[in-house]
């Protein structure tokens, strides 16, 4: 089960923090990516990280805005989101993959959390 926090309304400029706890999974050789999905648009990938040796990925539209991290001991995956424009309003979606390659198609993930809406008024 994955279950995220965090998210709400912003400005642009701002920031918020998302989380995302894994319960009944393991948390070991996996990947966890998030992603977003806007009204009338496709889910799309936005970061993901390797659990073994934290190696990330970021999409292109939030690379150096998006921090992707994890912390083992708590099963827990957070997206620090800086610099937030009005073009990231989506709902947010946590995902796990088991296996160590980080991958971006969204058909890849296995397990899905419930998402989380965030939205960015300009």
């Known amino acids: 089960q994955l279950v995220e926090s965090g998210g709400g309304l912003a400005q642009a400029g701002d920031s918020l923090s998302l989380s995302c706890v894994v319960s009944?999974?393991?948390?070991?050789?996996?990947?966890m990516g998030w992603f977003r999905q806007a009204p009338g648009k496709e889910r799309e990938f936005v970061a993901a990280?390797?659990?073994?040796?934290?190696?990330?990925e970021y999409s292109d539209s939030v690379k150096g805005r998006f921090r992707i991290s994890r912390d083992r001991a708590k099963s827990t995956v957070y997206l620090q989101m800086n610099s937030l424009k009005p073009e990231d309003t989506a709902v947010y979606f946590c995902?796990?993959?088991?296996?160590?390659?980080?991958?971006?198609?969204?058909?890849?993930?296995?397990?899905w959390g419930q998402g989380t809406q965030v939205t960015v008024s300009s």
């Open positions: 995902a796990y993959k088991r296996g160590n390659f980080i991958t971006e198609p969204a058909l890849d993930y296995e397990y």
């Open positions: 990280i390797r659990q073994r040796d934290g190696t990330t």
């Open positions: 009944g999974l393991t948390f070991g050789s996996i990947v």
